[in-house]
């Protein structure tokens, strides 16, 4: 059964032209892996973290300091993230370079759109959990930009109750940063991907 | 992608539904105590720690009280801005974030910021000053 399921991941027959480099350049793929390294080591961040303002910024220490390979596993996730946005802003460049986004594909840009968005969100969400002054004034200011938004009010209300630093707001930040967020990443990703095959489109890996 | 047409009916009760859904998730959302558990509430000192001429800046309250000879101003220190806190200098307030500068009464003398700094609710009683945020 197995052996069947793997067989019909891969697709059935690949156009060639599809496997020059330049068609694509990989970005997606690159993304893609990038979000799948991004999952890996926050996994194992997950066994170290504490999410309250008190104790956050310790714990981290505590990774950095005294666990071996902590330091490396948190600069992994902090690279893979910049690298997820930059990868993906170059995706979507690339994507409406060569106008892809036109009729076939209209439905998988804007998933890719949300994709876009769900990345730098996660990005936002994640940059609060440390809880030093960067993370505290970045967030800050963000959120006083939420305010400029229609609905920005009630927006910023849902995402920090307690005003940026308060214990319901870094819960909330590492709510989404952990599992809302990324589930809905992943999802997406994966119809993005759906579409792609159906569209005899050329996959990441398979 | 053709879908089949939804009738009115499922149309009407996927959107009842979903408001529901959305108005039930908001309230769970945003407690009742979530708005003034921030901890910035009042504060109080005595007149005399306000220097004449001069200002006290209490940073974790965010409030500095100017004086100037027997008049009391207090000025909420959160940038106009993007809501940093500003800090005391020799002409004024300056915010670290984005560089805008205030006057000593909380004018705006250097952008970005658009508004002078909010000025507080300011009640002195015997030799002591009482500001809230009101």
Known sequence: MLKELVKHLFPRLV????????????????????????????LLLLFYYSP?????????QFLETSVWGGAYLRSLHRLSSHALLVLVALHTL?????????????????????????????????????MD?????ATQTGMELVRALPLGDSLRALLVPDDVGGPLALLRFYA???????????????????????????LPYL | MAEAPRSRRSTLRALILSLLGGAALW??????????????????????????????VLPQHR????????DFLALDLTCTHLGCTVKATEQGFACPCHGSRFGTGGDVRKGPAPRPLRRLRLDRRDGIIRVSRA
């Open chain 2, 63 to 70: 409030v500095a009280i100017v004086r100037g000879g027997d």
């Open chain 1, 15 to 42: 156009r060639e032209g599809d496997l020059r480099i330049t068609y694509t350049f990989c970005l997606g793929g690159l993304a893609f892996t990038s979000l799948l390294v991004l999952t890996g080591t926050g």
């Open chain 1, 176 to 202: 989404l940063h952990i599992v809302i967020v990324p589930l809905a990443m992943l999802v997406l990703a994966m119809l993005h991907f759906f579409v792609i095959r159906r569209q005899r489109g050329l």
């Open chain 2, 27 to 56: 309230r769970y959302l945003t407690p009742r105590a979530g708005a003034g558990a921030s901890g910035r509430g009042a504060v109080s000192v005595p007149e005399r720690d306000v220097p004449a001429e001069g200002a006290l």
């Open chain 1, 133 to 137: 002054q960067l993370a505290y004034w």
């Open chain 1, 94 to 130: 690339r994507v409406i370079l060569t106008g892809a986004f036109l009729h076939p594909k209209k439905m998988n840009w804007l998933m890719g759109c949300s994709l876009l968005f769900l990345s730098v969100f996660a990005a936002y969400t994640g940059y609060l959990l440390p």
């Open chain 1, 52 to 60: 309250a303002p008190q104790t956050a910024h310790a714990s981290i």
